[in-house]
């Protein structure tokens, strides 16, 4: 098979799961109304597939702060940091995460994706080890490949298998870097983090905390599942990004040992990027002060979590192990969890389908994620709509 025929091979794949004319990756958004609605084809739907949790996205103070960081720097930086200049957001950016966090110091990357891979192939390399979750985000496994480093994987949320992989490693443990996230995207469950720092002290490994979903979701202040179990002190580096509860584009790294500056002279998803736009900076600056002080936000936010969760799991539905702003749904079969979404846009409700085998141990889910500006009016009709499809499509078919 040459290369162009192994495309087409992957494409008659995709084609025998999804049935013709049903795109339902990619979908074409064709006009975006607000943080909970938008146009798909003819139709207005509410929006339940972005993560958008905390309804920033079209704040008036981080539109205005984009519009003022493009009249005053221009449309892009044109170039890396570290070859063409670094902007005095970009700095200030860091600072300020640093300052969230209480942390010493902070790394921008230009994007979530490349704040996992910079950090983890900046810290680990060849004979060293990383041991990370098998739910991990795909950022993490290519992160985990581009270091050349061992990887061994530890069933999901699992601390006994953990444990046994760690006693496994003997003396490499000191080499070890523990990777694991604050909230997984797929089923929305949070890590066992206590558990995971009394391990990761006793072997004497190094830890990293990826908070991409979990940032402006947990803890008084938002800082994640880090603030919300008080175990800042003993993470050594917290990942996340800016695209999801700070609506932005790029991702950081935050930690207390200031040795971390040094990626920035050999992490090569740092060095050999162009650093993020400034309005795209701007807006995450805007938006963090707005998610520090987002009390009633993530109030609202886990209000409408809990309402939804609640009552998806009252239908009958399989959810993951805990509510939480990322709720999905397990069913059985790609066929079944096509059904189910396509009936929810028909019913004009846009969740995401995640289908073998980007879902964990081939699992097909519908993936909702709940944001603190959906209305109780709003989660109450999308929890009707499941209710009715679970009639239709599972119960009856
Ligand atoms: N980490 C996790 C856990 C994620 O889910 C994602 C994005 N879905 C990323 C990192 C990457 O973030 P970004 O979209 O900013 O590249």
Redesign the pocket.
Known sequence: MNLLEKLDAAAAARKAMLPEGIGAFGVPIEEVYSATEARIGDRRVLLLGT?NYLGLSFSPKCIQAAHDALDAEGTGTTGSRMANGSYYGHRALEQEFADFYGYCAGIVFT??????LGTISGLVGRGDTVLIDSD??A??YDGCILSGAEIIRFKHNDIADMGKRLRRLGERTENTLIIV?GI??MLGDQAPLTEIVNLKNRYNCTLLL?E??SLGVLGETGQGLVEKTGLQKEVDFI??????SLCS???FCVSNHPQLDQLRYISHPYIFTASPSPATIASARAALVLLREGKDLRKQLWLNSTQLYAHLKKTGYKLGPEPGPVIAAVLDSPKQALRIWQGLLENNIYVNLILPPAAPEGKSLIRCSVNAAHTTEQITYVGDTFAKLYQQQILNS
């Open positions: 993560n994007t979530g994706y490349q704040a996992n991990s985000h950022s993490i996230e997984y995207s990826d991409a979903h990942t996340g990004t800016f695209s999801k584009i790029g991702g």
